[in-house]
């Protein structure tokens, strides 16, 4: 093998490695208004025609890779909820979510029925935020039925996220400025679902509103949020998985040149 063919073969596999390999995605630093840190909480006041309770609305400690090591790193918002004759908060349901540069992503949902996962997300609000931004998307996912067991793939998924304005939010826990008022649609398994959330800069949901769902709002009491340790910003976990993909392409585009070189040397 002479220098020319040589070269030509290298050439050839960094090509192969800048096309095959994703480019590690920059931080989340354009993105305020989904502070993210594990150990988030956020305390809520619920009311609705069936009456009050204590809603807690958090970010899991626990952080994982969906689809493995190669997959995508993501976080766990759950929410919780505390009756009036009750001392503790009990888990409700849980979603994943994860962030690009400046979009948040949603990855699926789990209650204590059924769990669905998605094979790509869905874009919930790009910053920076617009009011009238719409984000309209669809997926598929495999739902698992905890009941029985049942695992159904291919299940659909869909939804619009609408800015529908940006304003002044009063509730218990303070007056927040320039708040985005998210319209949300979504088609489920279950069925269709419409309500609105309000998330505050740095702070993240302040007020949810359910009307289809006894009238149930959710106004915020008090929070605890971090916002120097949100993983897209400060962790390295959420690079591993592009990291490995462009080790790994780059390691085969090495040992194919050897095996090519030593394929050549036996043959010379």
Not at 1 to 8: I, T
Not at 21 to 28: D, G, L, N, Q, Y
Not at 125 to 134: H, K, M, N, S, Y
Not at 166 to 178: H, L, S
Request: glycine share 6%; hydrophobic share 45%.
């Amino acid at each position: 093998m002479n220098r020319k063919q040589l070269s030509l073969i290298i050439a050839g596999c960094v090509i192969a490695l800048m096309v095959t390999a994703p480019i590690p995605s920059t931080s989340a630093l354009e993105m305020e208004y989904f502070p993210l840190a594990p150990g988030a909480s956020l305390f809520y006041n619920s009311t609705s025609d069936a009456g009050d309770w204590m809603t807690k609305r958090y970010v899991d400690q626990e952080w994982e890779f969906l689809g493995g090591p190669y997959g995508t790193f993501t976080i766990r918002w759950a929410e919780a909820h505390m009756m009036p004759d009750e001392t503790d908060y009990t888990w409700i349901n849980h979603m994943w979510l994860s962030k690009t540069a400046d979009t948040l992503l949603w990855w699926g949902f789990e209650d204590a029925n059924a769990k669905i996962v998605c094979s790509s997300p869905l874009n919930y609000v790009t910053e920076p935020v617009i009011a009238g931004a719409v984000h309209r998307g669809s997926t598929t996912g495999a739902l698992t039925l905890k009941g029985d067991g049942t695992v159904m793939s291919g299940v659909p998924f869909a939804a619009n996220y609408t800015i529908e304005a940006i304003e002044t939010v009063v509730v218990p826990a303070g007056t927040f400025e320039d708040c985005i008022k998210i319209h949300e649609e979504e088609t489920t398994p279950d069925g269709q679902i419409s309500f609105w959330v309000w998330y505050a800069p740095n702070v993240g949901a302040v007020q949810y509103d359910y009307p289809n769902d006894a009238n149930r709002t959710d106004v915020l009491l008090s929070y605890q949020i971090d916002t120097e340790n949100d993983p897209w910003n400060s962790w390295f976990l959420p690079q591993v998985p592009s990291i490995l993909m462009i080790t790994t392409v780059a390691v085969v585009a090495v040992v194919a040149v050897i095996i090519l070189l030593v394929v050549r040397r036996k043959r010379a």
